[in-house]
């Protein structure tokens, strides 16, 4: 999944975060809260249990998308 990150809502409820994509995204997200059933939407600025970590919060949206871009364009991976 090198080079796939996303601009995310984090706490701050503004899209203020960055996060790689998640696998569930382009279908449906697995909350584990109600028995893995998948969310009933698709949601691409989200983040749930299904959604892999690093979660980088950037405090501004210019910066989440300068970072999520930087990140994209070195294909940067998350380490196992």
Do not use: K
């Amino acid at each position: 999944m090198s080079g796939e990150w996303r601009v995310v809502v984090t706490d701050t409820e503004r899209l203020t975060g960055v996060a790689p994509a998640c696998p569930q995204t382009a279908t449906n997200h697995l909350i584990e809260d109600h028995d893995g059933a998948p969310f009933p939407e698709i949601d691409e600025i989200g983040v749930y249990d299904c959604c892999p970590h690093p979660h980088i919060e950037c405090w501004s949206e210019a910066n989440a998308n300068f970072v999520m871009t930087a990140l994209n364009l070195s294909a940067a991976e998350v380490c196992s």
